[in-house]
């Protein structure tokens, strides 16, 4: 499994991006899988930003970005996008998305956007917000 993050760049504080990951070595039609974006701004941990579930599409986003961006995937694409939206400075970070494949049954929002949930990561794409 591989997974490519693109979209990143410089952008001012109320401008959007959006960023796209595009998984290889599975298909999104065939298997069930998770995948979300997490960020790692310097001298932070890495925290979750938002995820999808593919086979039921539930979607989970962390307090800071609800309402600002959205998650959303295509299938013959086998990419999932982050639409981010009213940018702040504090959303400046490392962007990278994350994916696990099988069915996850009874976690919540906070076990869904844990890192160590996911095996497979990408390499992250910058994201910086000037003010």
């Known amino acids: 499994v591989q997974l490519v993050e693109s979209g990143g760049g410089l952008v001012q504080a109320g401008g959007s991006l959006r960023l796209s990951c595009t998984a290889s070595?599975?298909?999104?039609?065939?298997?069930?899988?998770?995948i979300a974006w997490f960020r790692q701004a310097p001298g932070k941990e890495r925290e979750g930003v938002s995820c999808i579930m593919g086979s039921e599409g539930r979607r989970y986003y962390s307090d800071p970005v609800k309402g600002r961006f959205t998650i959303s995937s295509d299938d013959a694409k086998n990419t999932v996008y982050l639409e981010m939206n009213s940018l702040k400075p504090e959303d400046t970070a490392v962007y990278y998305c994350?994916?696990?494949?099988?069915?996850?049954?009874?976690?919540?929002?906070?076990?869904?956007?844990?890192?160590?949930?996911?095996?497979?990561w990408g390499q992250g794409t910058q994201v910086m917000v000037s003010s």
């Open positions: 070595g599975f298909t999104f039609e065939d298997v069930n899988y998770v």
């Open positions: 994350a994916a696990l494949l099988g069915t996850v049954i009874g976690v919540g929002r906070q076990g869904m956007l844990h890192p160590g949930r996911y095996r497979y």
